[in-house]
């Protein structure tokens, strides 16, 4: 674990970079996660431009603060302990969505189901299948989120992202490196500023009625009413990670407030306060268990943050 970084120096430098309002210390990740779990980060920054995150970026390189980039923090699970350094969100403040034609331009913290939604009010289809996921359009490209039998690989003409160096990159649909749950983003470490997402013309009643049958799909499959950050474990090759755990007597299985849930297993749920804790514990418990009868390895689709 590493100590906090601290100081008004360090605060006076991010304000001056973005603006007093958009920087927050000590600030309790709980509040930044659809987890609803997380201890305080040293400072949360919230950009509201291309030249603001560079900045941000460029003061931590050279001061030698760590930093880390997240959306809508629906497929994080942040420690207990919080996160040592600077933690830039990218949401609504960098969430500007336009569509001209049958292009759909979103910036990286334009939440994916309103998004979504600017699409079907062009009567443009494609892109239903993302209107039930809580993420950001950063996250799901970095994530090539998906559902229902969509994903964003059909549908995503280029992106726009962030290179180690400091450099922007324009990449086409064919250098993104797409497949379950990985992109070019995460193997190079890029970071995701802006995405155009090519759909096509489409009935707006037909769009609506896709669009509403999904949403009841998901509202009778999956435990909307709890926190959680969707589906915890990855799609293991030729099975599905919600059967193998109810196979295995874990359905309702709780570690302190953490548990799986009782509508779908495939899904742990935060009852009221869990902590970090005791969801990294029922994890390992339902890998070791699923293992232990089934022989196949459960790995975590969520993403840890923070701690030692």
């Given at each position: 674990?590493g ?6 120096s360090v ?11 958009a920087?927050?210390t000590g600030?309790?990740?709980a509040?930044?996660t659809?987890?609803?779990?997380g ?6 920054v919230?950009?509201h431009?291309?030249?603001e995150i560079l ?7 050279n ?25 830039i969100?990218?949401?609504k403040e ?13 910036e990286a ?16 289809t ?20 998906g559902?229902?039998?969509g ?6 003409k280029?992106?726009?992202?962030l290179?180690?160096d400091g450099?922007?990159t ?6 993104l490196?797409l497949g379950y ?17 090519e759909?096509?013309?489409g ?8 669009s ?11 435990p ?7 589906s ?5 090759e ?10 295995a007597?874990?359905?309702g299985?709780?570690v302190?407030?953490?548990?799986v ?16 804790a005791e ?10 268990k699923?293992?232990e009868?089934f022989?196949v ?6 993403r840890f943050l923070?701690?030692?």
């Open positions: 674990m100590s906090k970084v601290k100081g008004e605060r006076a430098e991010l304000e001056g970079i973005v603006t007093p309002d920087v927050c600030e309790p990740m509040k930044h659809t987890f609803r779990i201890g305080p980060a040293d400072y949360l919230m950009p431009s291309v030249p900045g941000v970026i460029a003061f931590c390189k001061a030698g603060i760590p930093y880390y980039v997240i959306g809508n923090g629906s497929n994080l699970l942040v420690s207990d302990e919080g996160i040592r350094g600077v933690v969100r990218l949401g960098f969430g500007r969505i336009s569509v001209n034609g049958t292009t759909v331009t979103a913290g334009a939440l994916l189901s309103q998004t979504a939604s600017a699409a079907a009010e062009a009567s443009l494609g892109m239903e299948f993302a209107g039930g996921i809580p993420g950001t359009v950063g996250g799901a490209c970095v994530m090539n989120a559902a229902y039998g994903e964003m690989k059909q549908i995503l280029s992106v726009t992202a290179c180690a450099t922007v324009t990449l086409t649909s064919g250098e490196d749950r990985t992109s070019v983003f995460l193997k190079k470490n890029l970071i995701v500023l802006s995405a155009e997402i759909l096509k013309r009935e707006p009643e037909e769009i609506r009625r896709i509403e049958d999904l949403k009841q799909r998901r509202t009778s499959k999956q909307l009413d709890l926190p959680s950050a969707g915890t474990f990855k799609r293991p030729g099975y599905f990670a919600g059967k193998l755990i109810m196979d007597g874990l359905r299985y709780r302190g407030d953490a548990q849930s009782e509508k779908h297993c495939g899904f742990v749920v935060n009852r009221g306060s869990a902590t970090c969801v990294r514990q029922l994890i390992e418990d339902v890998s070791g699923v293992y009868q022989g390895r459960l790995e975590p689709e969520v923070g701690g030692s």
